[in-house]
């Protein structure tokens, strides 16, 4: 019986992962990000990550607190992120709370509260990055 629940996990999988690169292809970030928090695999998201790239800027607030909240309750280096690509997040991040004013009504963190999050959950010295 494990063997088809095994089986029928991955094709749950599977199918998540394809419902992730039609979004993808259209690019509708939130429902890829959605998909794959969804599956509560973080290799998935990981995946997710690489191929779309550094999109934080194009996400709604809810889908950037989920994922500071994983890192924020499963350590730093829970998603296996490279310090090269975590600079570069942090960097985007900072950009985007320089570019534009959070609205009054704004629900969830903005991006500068996500990036001092995000940064101090890493470890990673804020004062690189000019404010």
């Known amino acids: 019986m494990e063997d ?3 089986a029928q ?5 599977w199918a998540s992962w394809s419902n992730v690169m039609d979004a993808l292809h259209v690019e509708d970030m939130d429902t890829t990000y959605v998909e794959v928090l969804s599956t509560g695999d973080d290799l998935l998201l990981v995946k997710l990550m ?3 790239g550094p999109i934080v800027d194009q996400l709604s607030n809810e889908i950037t607190d989920e994922l500071a909240d994983i890192v924020m309750e499963n350590g730093p280096n ?3 992120i490279p310090n090269e690509i975590k600079n570069e997040l942090l960097l985007n991040l900072n950009e985007a709370s320089l ?11 903005t991006s ?10 890493w470890g990673i010295n804020m004062q690189h990055f000019e404010k």
């Open 50 to 52: 690489e191929r779309s």
């Open 9 to 13: 996990d991955m094709r749950g999988v």
């Open 78 to 80: 829970i998603l296996g």
């Open 4 to 6: 088809q629940d095994g």
């Open 112 to 121: 500068d509260q996500l990036f001092d999050q995000l940064a101090s959950a």
């Open 99 to 109: 570019a534009r004013d959070a609205p009054g009504d704004c629900e969830g963190a």
